[in-house]
């Protein structure tokens, strides 16, 4: 049974840091890219940052770049997304995603998900 559990999300104030986890289970987590992706209330959801199965290649939404980080443990199945010099509209609930190997941009290309973890970021 395939799994994504997402965790660490959070109230926090503007300017502070979270980490998110998610926890893979149930398919070869070391071949498949994961995503995060980030739904604010009213809005479509969208993808945040992006890491192939290896690690070699990133991809980071123009709104986050310099301020979110993305990793990954292949040991431990799970993908982080480190989140510093956080803003009010980073609030959404953020969601990780697996699709095999390549990194996608559009959520229709993504197999699995998570239920997602509330951030808030208070001004």
């Known amino acids: 049974q395939v799994q994504l559990v997402e965790s660490g999300g959070g109230l926090v104030q503007a300017g502070g840091s979270l980490r998110l986890s998610c926890a893979a289970s149930g398919f070869d987590f070391s071949s498949y890219a994961m995503a995060w992706f980030r739904q604010a209330p009213g809005k479509e959801r969208v993808v945040v940052a992006a890491?192939?199965?290896?690690?070699?290649?990133?991809f980071y939404a123009d709104s986050v770049k310099g301020r979110f980080t993305i990793y990954r443990d292949n040991g431990k199945n799970t993908v982080y997304l480190e989140m510093n010099s956080l803003k009010p509209e980073d609030t959404a609930v953020y969601y990780c995603?697996?699709?095999?190997?390549?990194?996608?941009?559009?959520?229709?290309?993504?197999?699995?998900w998570g239920q997602g973890t509330q951030v808030t970021v208070s001004s």
């Open positions: 995603a697996a699709r095999l190997t390549h990194i996608g941009g559009r959520e229709n290309e993504y197999l699995y």
């Open positions: 890491i192939n199965w290896s690690a070699g290649s990133l």
